[in-house]
């Protein structure tokens, strides 16, 4: 485990989002090995040597202010798992609060697999861009290894740790049938969840004329989706990740 913390580009002191049902602060890392268009993180993504780096102690000084009322720490990105310092940073924050979430876009299951098994990290949200074909390239705008990817999904299938798989749907890039094909990927046992694309900072700013799916054609696509899952619906409209064990 090195010893070289990632540096901290931003910092949710307080949320219910971030880690949906539960009272998390959140602390994003910079860069990513994708180039999402519908991506609102730009910065973190494309413009992160211009942010300042938040000290670590500012986080820890908040979770010490308000233990017992902060469940959890949210490490996000960018994407976390590019950095070799995030075991480390990621057992000095469980120090200091319970619950450890963990997001990702599932390229690196190596990194994530020891996390599991050392029991750093309580909950893990894997976005899952598109079915394991030509479209996930496309929608990553990035090369992708698609085994790394199954990889991942594996892993949290058979971890029995609690995670959520997610996708943000955008016109253009997923109709019901990549819905349905990412259903089938999971399998019957697991649930998806379906996050409205927003048009609001992407990294790409041509989609930022894109008018998002109503919420009738998402609730659509996720009862499509549902016959091959154990459960689809649509972000804040039911319970859907596997709970912590």
């Known amino acids: 485990m090195?010893?070289?913390?990632?540096?901290?580009?931003?910092?949710?002191?307080?949320?219910?989002?971030?880690?949906?049902?539960?009272?998390?602060?959140?602390?994003?890392?910079?860069?990513?090995?994708?180039?999402?268009?519908?991506?609102?993180?730009?910065?973190?993504?494309l413009h992160h040597a211009q942010l300042p780096t938040i000290p670590l102690q500012t986080?820890?000084?908040?979770?010490?202010?308000?233990e017992g009322w902060i469940y959890g720490a949210v490490v996000s990105g960018g994407e976390a798992t590019l950095h070799p310092g995030l075991p480390r940073l990621i057992a000095v924050l469980r120090e200091h609060v319970p619950g450890i979430k963990l997001d990702s876009n599932g390229t690196h299951p190596e990194i994530v697999a020891p996390l599991v098994r050392d029991g750093l990290i309580n909950f893990v949200s894997m976005d899952v861009k598109a079915p394991l074909d030509e479209r996930y390239a496309r929608t990553t705008a990035a090369p992708v290894d698609l085994e790394a990817i199954g990889a991942s999904i594996?892993?949290?299938?058979?971890?029995?740790?609690?995670?959520?798989?997610?996708?943000?749907?955008?016109?253009?890039?997923?109709?019901?049938?990549?819905?349905?094909?990412?259903?089938?990927?999971l399998g019957p046992s697991e649930t998806l969840i379906l996050q409205q694309f927003a048009p609001l900072n992407c990294l790409d700013p041509s989609y930022l004329d894109i008018r998002p799916y109503s919420r009738d054609q998402l609730r659509a696509m996720a009862e499509a989706a549902s016959q091959f899952l154990a459960g689809c619906h649509?972000?804040?409209?039911?319970?859907?990740a596997k709970a912590e064990q």
């Open 2 to 45: 090195t010893d070289t913390l990632p540096p901290i580009k931003s910092f949710l002191p307080t949320s219910l989002i971030e880690w949906e049902g539960k009272i998390s602060c959140a602390v994003f890392l910079p860069g990513c090995n994708f180039r999402c268009p519908f991506c609102h993180a730009s910065s973190l993504v």
């Open 59 to 66: 986080v820890l000084d908040h979770l010490i202010d308000n």
């Open 154 to 185: 594996e892993l949290l299938c058979s971890s029995g740790v609690g995670h959520e798989f997610r996708t943000t749907v955008v016109p253009g890039l997923h109709d019901t049938e990549a819905v349905v094909g990412i259903a089938k990927l």
């Open 234 to 240: 649509v972000r804040g409209e039911g319970v859907g």
